[in-house]
């Protein structure tokens, strides 16, 4: 199977969710931001690319032989933890307000999951 589909969808999705109309600062409140913000978009991104790399970085310790899964656990880890830490940083709210800081966390979280497991698979095969 193609992934040529998959990549269709999930850019045209992100286009629609980049291309609709936010809500600006002055009127968002609680109630405004059940919907997926810019930065919940890009916690949720994030998160999303750190469950690959742990993902992969799982694949490498179990599997071992090309030796370039544990780079890329590595290199995607390092991406979800540091767009995760901008997003914890720049969050003007807590959990509910729209900032993202709990795909954010998740983020983190899976992104050094993700670096220890490259590491490990580098170390020990």
């Known amino acids: 199977m193609s992934i040529r ?13 980049l291309t609709a109309a936010p809500a600006t600062a002055a009127t968002t409140t609680l109630a405004d931001s059940y919907g ?15 469950l690959a790399a742990v993902t992969v970085g799982g694949w490498a310790v179990v599997r071992g032989g ?18 995760g830490a ?3 940083v720049t969050a003007d709210g807590g959990p509910g307000t729209g900032n993202g800081i709990v795909g954010a ?3 983190i979280f899976f992104g050094v999951l993700a670096i220890v497991l490259g590491v490990r698979a580098r170390t020990h095969h």
């Open 5 to 17: 589909p998959l990549t269709a969808a999930t850019v045209t999705a992100a286009l629609t969710l």
């Open 36 to 50: 997926m913000t810019t930065d919940r978009f890009f916690a949720t991104s994030a998160a999303f690319v750190g």
């Open 66 to 83: 090309n030796p370039l899964r544990p780079m890329i656990a590595i290199g995607a880890g390092t991406v979800a933890a540091i767009v």
């Open 86 to 88: 901008i997003g914890v």
């Open 105 to 107: 966390g998740i983020a």
